[in-house]
Antibody, heavy 114, light 106 residues
C-alpha cells in the first residue's frame, strides 16, 4: 500500500509560483503518479502524470507549459512546480496513483488571489 | 481537446437501479474508469478497465463500455451511495475526467 501526503499549498498572488510536494511511503517507485485538482465546487481535473521511471510525462492541454511535474524515487517524493499562476488555478491539488490500485493524498489547497 | 460528457444529476430511490452514462469519442479505443467522491473527501475508484471492481467495492457497482458510451450501474442503490461520480479515460498524451454526475438517493 502507498500512503501519500501533499504539502506546499497556500496563498499566492497572480503571476506567482508554488512548488507542491507529495511524500509517499510504500512502493512509490513502482507507480505512475498523477496530480489531479478540483476547484471549489467544481469537478475533478487531471493535471499531469509521470511514469514510474520519470521517462514519460504528460500534461493537460489547458496548462500551456506553466506546470512541471517531477519525481525523486530515492526520496519517495513527487513534485509539481507551478509558475505564472492564475486565479483559475485556485483548487485543491491531489497527488494520486489514480488507476488500480488507487491511492490518494488528502490534498493541498492552492489559492491564487491578489 | 478530448471530452467526456456525463448527465449533471441522477436521482434514484433506495433499492432501485441507477445508471450513469459517460460519452466520449475516444471511448471505443480506451478503458473507462469510475470514481466516487463524497462530500469533502478524496475520490475513490469504484470501477477500472471498464468493468472491474477494486477490492472492497460492493458488488452492486458494475460498469460497461459500448461504443462511445461507458456506463456505471448501481443495482440496489443505498443511501451511502449518494455522491458525485466521475468517469475518467486516458488518451495518447492526455487524460480527462468526465463532467461529473451528482447521484441523489431518496
Amino acid at each position: 500500500e502507498v500512503h501519500l501526503v501533499e504539502s506546499g499549498g497556500g496563498l499566492v498572488k497572480p503571476g506567482g509560483s508554488l512548488r507542491l510536494s507529495c511524500a509517499a511511503s510504500g512502493f512509490f517507485s513502482s507507480y505512475t503518479m498523477n496530480w489531479v485538482r478540483q476547484a471549489p465546487g467544481k469537478g475533478l481535473e487531471w493535471v499531469s502524470s509521470i511514469s514510474s521511471s520519470g521517462d514519460h510525462i504528460y500534461y493537460a492541454d489547458s496548462l500551456k507549459g506553466r506546470f512541471t511535474i517531477s519525481r525523486d524515487n530515492a526520496k519517495n517524493l513527487l513534485y509539481l512546480q507551478m509558475n505564472s499562476l492564475r486565479v483559475e488555478d485556485t483548487a485543491m491539488y491531489y497527488c494520486t496513483t489514480l488507476l488500480s490500485p488507487d491511492y490518494w493524498g488528502q490534498g493541498t489547497l492552492v489559492t491564487v488571489s491578489s | 481537446s478530448y471530452e467526456l460528457t456525463q448527465p449533471p444529476s441522477v436521482s434514484v430511490s433506495p433499492g432501485q437501479m441507477a445508471r450513469i452514462t459517460c460519452s466520449g469519442d475516444a471511448l471505443p479505443n480506451t478503458y473507462a474508469y469510475w470514481y466516487q467522491q463524497k462530500s469533502d473527501q478524496a475520490p475513490v475508484l469504484v470501477i477500472y478497465e471498464d468493468r472491474k471492481r477494486p477490492s472492497g467495492i460492493p458488488e452492486r457497482f458494475s460498469g460497461s463500455n459500448s461504443g462511445t458510451v461507458a456506463t456505471l450501474t448501481i443495482r440496489g442503490a443505498q443511501v451511502e451511495d449518494e455522491a458525485d461520480y466521475y468517469c475518467y479515460s486516458t488518451g495518447s498524451s492526455t487524460n480527462v475526467f468526465g463532467t461529473g454526475t451528482k447521484v441523489t438517493v431518496l
